[in-house]
T-cell receptor, first 111, second 112 residues
Framework: DAKTTQPPSMDCAEGRAANLPCNHS???????VYWYRQIHSQGPQYIIH???NNETNEMASLIITEDRKSSTLILPHATLRDTAVYYC????????????FGKGTRLHILP | DTAVSQTPKYLVTQMGNDKSIKCEQN?????MYWYKQDSKKFLKIMFS???????INETVPNRFSPKSPDKAHLNLHINSLELGDSAVYFC???????????FGNGTRLTVT
């Protein structure tokens, strides 16, 4: 079972910031938070990951709360191409870890 | 250049047949995976291999047999196909255990 909880769907206007929440209240100290997205008919695509600190890359920003029980993925200027299912995953960094995808959040970017 | 490539993209076959899906990655990664995405869009891990060694084998029927001839390839052979095997199968790879997964674009298997 997935260790994360996400809203099933969200809408965001094109050009605005999309903020996708994720709860992971049972996260362990050695578990990282990863975000992937799956655009229709494609394989999942890695977005970003973090352990404690906030992270930013060319695609998005990841904000992790101080207690690490939740996080938010921020797409700063959403475009129509960002319409996808977004998955929040927690995983331990060892080779036996089963990377489990939950149901994700279906993000609709509205023109 | 495609980093993780799967063939075929579509596979339609009849119940009882045996089929294979091939996966190759040109990223030099040590670990490869097979995931199954069913009609409800749940993405579930099936297998993972690290340097040709089987690491994870989820509760998958033994009709499914992964084969890793070298660390750049992880093929999936399925015997005696059943209707319930219809799904999209994704291959993925990663460099180290902490590094992100790189997925192929999937093979849509339809069993009639």
């Amino acid at each position: 079972d997935a260790k994360t909880t996400q809203p099933p769907s969200m809408d965001c206007a094109e050009g605005r910031a999309a903020n996708l929440p994720c709860n992971h209240s049972t996260i362990s100290g050695n578990e990282y938070v990863y975000w992937y997205r799956q655009i229709h008919s494609q394989g999942p695509q890695y977005i970003i990951h973090g352990l404690k600190n906030n992270e930013t890359n060319e695609m998005a920003s990841l904000i992790i709360t101080e207690d690490r029980k939740s996080s938010t993925l921020i797409l700063p200027h959403a475009t129509l191409r960002d319409t996808a299912v977004y998955y929040c995953i927690v995983r331990v960094a060892n080779r036996d870890d089963k990377i489990i995808f939950g149901k994700g959040t279906r993000l609709h970017i509205l023109p | 250049d495609t980093a993780v490539s799967q063939t075929p993209k579509y596979l339609v076959t009849q119940m009882g047949n045996d089929k294979s899906i091939k996966c190759e990655q040109n990223l030099g990664h040590d670990t490869m995976y097979w995931y199954k995405q069913d009609s409800k869009k749940f993405l579930k891990i099936m297998f993972s291999y690290n340097n040709k060694e089987l690491i994870i084998n989820e509760t998958v029927p033994n009709r499914f047999s992964p084969k890793s001839p070298d660390k750049a390839h992880l093929n999936l052979h399925i015997n005696s196909l059943e209707l319930g095997d219809s799904a999209v199968y994704f291959c993925a790879s990663s460099q180290e255990t902490r590094s992100p997964l790189h997925f192929g674009n999937g093979t849509r298997l339809t069993v009639t």
